[in-house]
């Protein structure tokens, strides 16, 4: 079905400027992987200095299985042992002459009185449990309670607990993603790319909260076109994020990004709003598009952090993460993250959720107009014949209302230019149906503003 405001395909169109973040399938960890390549080898250092002058042979050494102690992680049954050879046993010195008596008496009276030492410290260490009385400096923290609520530390600690993991398990395997609370009763928000499976036969849906416990989800309803669904467990009493207003944000504020790369659950970076308005069309060949006038931000954002918030410097949720940027050439999932984020509005996602809460489906905003995807001048063209038995321009739809007709050309919209078909498009899904957009339109030579209200498009 060809959509109004969608490109007609007179060619293959050129390649999604992003593509989704969206989670790969995770397999279950082998039994015995490889060691990990982030953990510091374990080295055993060799004795210093050289033996004893006539010190005995030492034995051959026995190999013996130490223990490697290093922070990595680690899969389930990786011990992290390796096989080194065992120190040698100290070599046997030669004894040395006696000590006059006199020394022997001193060393004596200096062990006794160390050894009484020992013993009051010991006393003062085991009686009651400190080491404050022993004369041991003592460090007080301030913990992390104490962080001002405007830091990164403040606004995760707050943050946290409303962000869930999403899990899906389908016939195509296992995937996850990140979700937040939107309502107390049970409402989580997410990306539709991180559900897609979910309506399969036999498919599964977990929600996984912070605390650690989990719930079983249903979809209460998932749009395609803005890459939104809302899910729903049956657990009341949570923490809602608070949605901020979007239109609010400007370039170079700081955000916080919360979820679950790589499954790597309760994940924060951080980072700034890197541009605004930016035209996003993500998605691939064998799914839907998804037009996204998007928030970029640089904050680390990786497959897995699909649906999870970006929020700004008060812990309000500005943003839904959902795409990312790649390098040319490279395939999904290929590479990490390149600082290049892209997240749904927070206006833009609150809009979506109150329609799939209400009515399980979601609308789009639209003028009636299929664009030309081969023009390549100033603006966007109006495609000058009919595809796929659709009109250039829908017959008493906003557009046609408007004096707009097929081969006009739009300059701007509301002031703001256009140079890509998808620009126009995700500015005009941006808005809600029955909103006012003021359109440049050239005619020929003629230029002229021309007010279009929007029309509502079928649910989806």
Not at 85 to 108: D, I, K, M, S
Not at 253 to 264: F, K, M, R, T
Not at 265 to 274: A, F
């Amino acid at each position: 079905m060809t959509h109004p405001e969608q490109p007609f395909s007179g060619h293959t169109p050129p390649p999604a400027p992003a593509q989704f973040a969206a989670p790969s399938p995770v397999p279950a960890p082998a039994p015995n992987p490889a060691p990990n390549p982030f953990a510091a080898p374990s080295h055993v250092a060799a004795p210093y200095g050289p033996p004893a002058p006539f010190a005995p042979a030492a034995p051959a050494p026995a190999h013996v299985p130490v223990p490697t102690f290093d922070d990595g992680p680690r899969w389930p049954g990786d011990d992290g042992g390796v096989d080194v050879p065992a120190p040698a046993p100290a070599p046997v010195r030669q004894r040395r002459a006696g000590l006059p008596l006199g020394w022997v008496v001193l060393l004596v009276v200096v062990a006794l009185v160390a050894g009484a030492t020992g013993g009051v410290v010991s006393s003062r260490v085991f009686d009651d449990g400190r080491l404050a009385e022993a004369g041991l400096p003592v460090t007080v923290s301030t913990g992390a309670g104490d962080r001002a609520p405007e830091s990164v530390a403040g606004i995760a600690a707050v943050v946290l607990p409303s962000v869930v993991s999403i899990e899906v398990v389908g016939p195509n395997g296992t995937s996850t993603g990140s979700g937040f609370v939107l309502r107390q009763d049970g409402y989580v928000l997410t990306n539709h790319h991180v559900v897609a499976d979910a309506t399969a036969a036999g498919a599964t849906t977990v929600v996984l909260f912070g605390d650690g416990t989990e719930e079983p989800a249903t979809i209460v309803g998932q749009t395609a076109d803005y890459d939104i669904a809302v899910l729903k467990v049956e657990r009341t009493g949570l923490v809602p994020l608070a949605l901020g207003d979007s239109d609010l944000a400007v370039v170079g504020d700081p955000v916080i990004a919360v979820g679950a790369p790589l499954g790597l659950e309760g994940t924060v970076t951080t980072g700034i709003v890197s541009a605004l308005n930016r035209p996003v069309s993500a998605g691939g060949a064998d799914t839907d598009t998804a037009f996204i006038n998007a928030i970029q931000t640089d904050a680390a954002i990786n497959p897995g952090n699909s649906g999870g918030p970006l929020v700004n410097a008060s812990g309000e949720v500005i943003g839904v993460n959902s795409a990312i940027a790649q390098p040319p050439g490279s395939f999904s999932g290929s590479s990490g993250s390149i600082g290049l984020g892209f997240a749904i509005p927070s206006n833009q996602a609150r809009r979506t959720a109150e329609q799939l809460i209400e009515t399980g489906a979601a609308t789009y905003p639209i003028i009636g107009v299929l664009l030309d995807q081969r023009y390549a001048g100033e603006g966007v063209q109006v495609a000058a014949d009919a595809q796929g038995g659709t009109a250039p321009v829908t017959p008493r739809g906003p557009a046609d209302n408007a004096g707009i007709r097929s081969g006009d050309v739009i300059l701007a919209i509301d002031g703001r230019p256009v140079t890509d078909p998808d620009e126009l498009i995700v500015a005009i899904r941006a808005k809600t149906p029955g909103d006012t957009v003021v359109l440049r339109v050239r005619t020929g030579d003629d230029e002229r503003d021309v007010r279009v209200v929007l029309d509502e498009s079928s649910g989806s």
